[in-house]
């Protein structure tokens, strides 16, 4: 089992950088691959970033270039730096988890979440 928490959310201006994180509960945090998800008002739950066990990342084409996913296991923690944010960006952000190195987008394969951070990103 894993609980996750974010946190780090918060109102900032189109332009400005915001860096979340997400803290997991549990064993074993380095063989889990780790992702964030969002979702704006109205909208499915997207896909945003990935990171796997062996460190590799993997992004959105809607964020490649100025979001970074990280993580470290001595701390078990996961982070997600946002630079350069839009006004599409405003959504509540949520960490996910699945067992095993393999990566995916999809929302269903991941079988741990955190309750979710709003970024709210004004013009």
């Known amino acids: 089992q894993v609980q996750l928490v974010e946190s780090g959310g918060g109102l900032v201006q189109a332009g400005d950088s915001l860096s979340l994180s997400c803290a997991a509960s549990?064993?074993?945090?380095?063989?889990?691959?780790m992702a964030w998800f969002r979702q704006a008002p109205g909208k499915e739950r997207e896909f945003v970033a990935a990171?796997?066990?062996?460190?590799?990342?993997y992004y959105a084409d809607s964020v490649k270039g100025r979001f970074t996913i990280s993580r470290d296991n001595a701390k078990n923690t996961v982070y997600l730096q946002m630079n350069s944010l839009k006004p599409e960006d405003t959504a509540v952000y949520y960490c996910?988890?699945?067992?095993?190195?393999?990566?995916?987008?999809?929302?269903?394969?991941?079988?741990?979440w955190g309750q979710g951070t709003q970024v709210t990103v004004s013009s």
């Open positions: 996910a988890a699945r067992w095993g190195p393999l990566v995916t987008s999809t929302v269903h394969l991941y079988a741990y």
């Open positions: 549990g064993r074993s945090f380095s063989n889990y691959a």
């Open positions: 990171i796997i066990p062996s460190g590799g990342t």
